[in-house]
């Protein structure tokens, strides 16, 4: 499933991005704009914020035909301000076009060719608990992150947690990362009612 794949959209952002939370970028540069709360994408279907103490990176909001792409981090990383204490992580959301899907992925198909520690599917949120790939994105990352799937006014949603090796995020407070972003979306965006077949 190409939702799932997380290549498909900023990946070149989110490495770049992932290198600024390691400590790798330019000192001395002008303050970043102040980070986004929420983000409203496709007309306003699906509204994107993150969990207390985490914010969008504005630059890395990639809105098009094919998708959407938004990454979040810890408001101080992004701001450069002290803020809320949180884990440090690194979450993305990726938006496919409506389909007016309706059944949610299955954490196998979350999963795909990798193998899952873990593998939860809820009423609402299925979630896999991968062995491997977190450090393909995020240099310094930890190889185990959480992958989550879900459905929101018809349109199918993929997201991530990634930790940096041996933290709390890419072990059980990557679970609750990505549980509580996925309600903040819930809570974010409108109830949107389907409409019903004549």
């Known amino acids: 499933m190409p939702i799932y794949s997380f290549k498909r959209l900023g990946r070149a952002r989110f490495i770049g991005f992932a290198i600024l939370l390691s400590g790798c970028a330019s000192q001395g540069t002008a303050p970043p704009p102040p980070p986004l709360q929420a983000v409203s994408l496709f007309q306003g279907d699906v509204v994107v914020a993150g969990p207390a103490g985490y914010c969008i990176d504005r630059d890395s909001v990639k809105q098009g035909a094919d998708g959407s792409f938004v990454l979040l981090a810890s408001c101080e990383s992004l701001s450069g301000k002290r803020g809320k204490n949180v884990p440090p992580a690194v979450m993305t959301v990726s938006v496919l076009p409506q389909d007016h899907?309706?059944?949610q992925p299955k954490p196998?198909?979350?999963?795909?060719?990798?193998?899952?520690?873990?593998?939860?599917?809820?009423?609402?949120?299925?979630?896999?608990?991968?062995?491997s790939g977190g450090n393909d994105f995020m240099p310094e990352?930890?190889?185990?992150?959480?992958?989550?799937?879900m459905v929101l006014n018809g349109y199918?949603?993929?997201?991530?947690?990634?930790?940096f090796a041996g933290s709390a995020a890419s072990g059980?407070?990557?679970r609750q990362l990505i549980t509580g972003l996925a309600a903040?979306?819930?809570?974010?965006?409108?109830?949107?009612?389907?409409?019903?077949?004549?």
Do not use: H, M, Q
């Open 172 to 174: 059980e407070a990557g």
């Open 141 to 149: 990352g930890d190889p185990k992150y959480w992958r989550g799937g």
């Open 101 to 103: 899907a309706e059944a």
């Open 184 to 198: 903040r979306l819930r809570g974010a965006s409108p109830v949107r009612i389907a409409a019903v077949a004549e």
């Open 108 to 131: 196998a198909e979350l999963a795909g060719s990798l193998t899952s520690v873990e593998a939860v599917e809820g009423n609402d949120l299925s979630l896999v608990y991968l062995s």
């Open 156 to 163: 199918t949603i993929g997201l991530a947690v990634y930790g």
